[in-house]
Nanobody, 117 residues
Framework: QVQLVESGGGLVQPGGSLRLSCAAS????????MGWYRQAPGKERELVAS???????NYADSVKGRFTISRDNARNTMYLQMNGLKPEDTAVYYC???????????WGQGTQVTVSS
């Protein structure tokens, strides 16, 4: 019954910005690592950014300096701030979380990000 719901996707011009949100139906204390993945048409799903319970972050080389991942434990919401968007960022973006102790993996339904002029 754990649910992750993404929002904030849409169509944006190259160089523009978007902020994705991932709201959880349970408290963030339930999770260890969380992250954002993306999958472009015809491509494999890849990790974009991750964040631990303690706030430590990691980024794919392709998005370093442009994307910022964060989590607001009080709101049970994770964010991905995306700046300087490029056409190659076009993909469906998925929220991901790993539950503490059980190691169960949960996924959101995905939100479409399209970068085009």
């Amino acid at each position: 019954q754990v649910q992750l719901v993404e929002s904030g996707g849409g169509l944006v011009q190259p160089g523009g910005s978007l902020r994705l949100s991932c709201a959880a139906s349970v408290g963030f204390f339930s999770f260890n690592d969380m992250g954002w993945y993306r999958q472009a048409p015809g491509k494999e799903r890849e990790l974009v950014a991750s964040i631990t319970r303690g706030g430590s972050t990691n980024y794919a080389d392709s998005v370093k300096g442009r994307f910022t991942i964060s989590r607001d434990n009080a709101r049970n919401t994770m964010y991905l701030q995306m700046n300087g968007l490029k056409p190659e960022d076009t993909a469906v973006y998925y929220c991901n979380a790993k539950q503490r102790f059980t190691e169960r993996i949960y996924w959101g339904q995905g939100t479409q990000v399209t970068v085009s002029s």
